[in-house]
């Protein structure tokens, strides 16, 4: 079946704009995850979302950083007035409901000039 | 605190030598997961740990939870190239993330 998508793969953006990434989780996973990969680093929790609702938002690294989840389903990531060191691969991550095992999705890699 | 260390940080062996990485917590652990990352690629699931001094295998790998559920283990034996990448070990919580280590990355020399 359909694994873990995301969009774009790519994203090369200029310092100061805003940027959405997109996850499309597995159908009927309730939770899903977004992490931050930089080059040869491990791996950054960012949010978590059970359902709609957000119980763990503590790795967001600033007031730039927001997600939202609607119907329980695709969740987008908005970085506002991006800066170079938000260059890294962004990592999605979604699971029948918490504390299984997670499927990632394939990135989107985020280039800020 | 939440975190899991995770040891070595770096890991280079000659092609049918062994492979061993160590995950360590200060707290019980409720259950340990590990996760394997080819170069290039995302995390892709290995395994899960509930039981105390659980042990599974899969093929040359094989994963271990400590006797007070505070660390866990994945040795390979016989690496081969397919095994190169980064190996992960993560814990739960009660909010229902997990607590990635910071992982353990193998080279393996033809």
Not at chain 2, 90 to 107: D, E, I, K, N, V
Request: proline share 4%; with cysteine; charged share 20%.
């Amino acid at each position: 079946g359909a694994g873990v998508s995301q969009s774009p793969s790519n994203k090369v953006t200029e310092k100061g704009k805003d940027v959405e990434l997109r996850c499309d989780p597995i159908s009927g996973h309730t939770a899903l995850y977004w992490y931050r990969q930089s080059l040869g680093q491990g791996l950054e929790f960012l949010i978590y979302f059970q359902g709609n609702s957000a119980p763990d938002k503590s790795g967001l690294p600033s007031d730039r950083f927001s997600a939202e989840r609607t119907g329980g389903s695709v969740s987008t990531l908005t970085i506002q007035r991006t800066q170079q060191e938000d260059s890294a691969v962004y990592l999605c991550a979604s699971s029948p409901r918490s504390y299984n095992e997670q499927f990632f999705g394939p990135g989107t890699r985020l280039t800020v000039l | 605190g939440q975190q899991v260390m995770q040891i070595p940080q770096y890991q280079h062996v000659q092609e049918g030598e062994d492979f061993t990485t160590y995950c360590n917590s200060s707290t019980t652990l409720s259950n340990i997961q590990w996760y394997k990352q080819r170069p290039g690629g995302h995390p892709v699931f290995l395994i899960q740990l509930v039981k105390s001094g659980e042990v599974k295998k899969q093929k040359r790998l094989t994963f271990q939870f400590g006797e007070a559920k505070k660390n866990s283990s994945l040795h390979i034996t016989a690496t081969q190239t397919t095994d190169v990448g980064t190996y992960f070990c993560a814990r739960g919580s009660t909010l229902g993330r997990l607590y990635f280590g910071r992982g353990t990355q193998l080279t393996v020399w033809p």
